[in-house]
């Protein structure tokens, strides 16, 4: 079973760069895509982006110009960065694995989450 | 890219069947075989109920179905059970190799 961990330094001041990292237990990380989701608290979820393995990357339009990611499978992590933040970004930002069809080669769904960290841009 | 669009909210009685519709575009909903919905319990993560339109993972009831016509995909929850109260999602592949979040819809069993 997949088991996914959030983890950052905690509140962000307005302008500087969250920082996030997801550490994935209980598989491997290869041939996998990984994904970052956040919630603004009370409202719905944002698609963020993902990083697969290989370094493939794809980042939601909206975030593209602030949005970094990484992927060091060697230490079974992921990470996320996102700059110039504001009180705008402050939400529970998730971790997650791509369910892989092996059929199709496409990666289909979202099938283990984290169970988010909240992140507080503040000053 | 615009969230898809959910109802805010459906309600239903226990034993009753609602259905929450998610309308997209040709880009994503109607492009291919890749909406999955989402439940997600107060305070909770996100658990997936339904992916590649109409498929449901092992352990998820019978009860949670999926459909699509277009560019619009419903899932639909029979035999209503107070445990279903909760936020669902869709989610879908974009043709720009993006992902895209409905906006979500509070279900209320009541």
């Known amino acids: 079973q997949v088991q996914l961990q959030e983890s950052g330094p905690g509140p962000v001041k307005p302008w500087e760069t969250l920082s996030l990292t997801c550490t994935v237990s209980?598989?491997?990380?290869?041939?996998?895509?990984w994904s970052w989701i956040r919630q603004p608290p009370g409202k719905g979820l944002e698609w963020i982006g993902y990083i697969c393995s290989n370094g493939g990357t794809s980042i939601s339009p909206s975030l593209r110009s602030r949005v970094t990611t990484s992927v060091d499978t060697s230490k079974s992590q992921f990470s996320l960065n996102l700059s110039s933040v504001t009180a705008a970004d402050t939400a529970v930002y998730y971790c997650a694995k791509y369910h892989y069809d092996m059929s199709t080669t496409l990666h289909t769904h979202l099938d283990f989450w984290g169970q988010g960290t909240l992140v507080t841009v503040s000053s | 890219q615009s969230a898809l669009t959910q109802p805010a909210s459906v309600s239903g009685s226990p034993g009753q069947s609602i259905t929450i519709s998610c309308t997209g575009t040709?880009?994503?909903?109607?492009?291919?075989?890749?909406v999955s919905w989402y439940q997600q319990e107060s305070g909770k993560a996100p658990k997936v109920m339904i992916y590649?339109?109409?498929k449901r993972p092992s352990g998820i009831s019978n009860r949670f179905s999926g459909s699509k016509s277009g560019n619009t995909a419903s899932l639909t929850i029979s035999g209503l059970q107070a445990e279903d109260e909760a936020d669902y999602y869709c989610f879908s592949y974009t043709d720009s190799n993006t992902w895209v979040f409905g906006g979500g819809t509070k279900l209320t069993v009541v």
């Open positions: 590649e339109d109409t």
């Open positions: 209980g598989g491997s990380m290869s041939n996998y895509c």
């Open positions: 040709s880009s994503d909903v109607g492009k291919q075989h890749l």
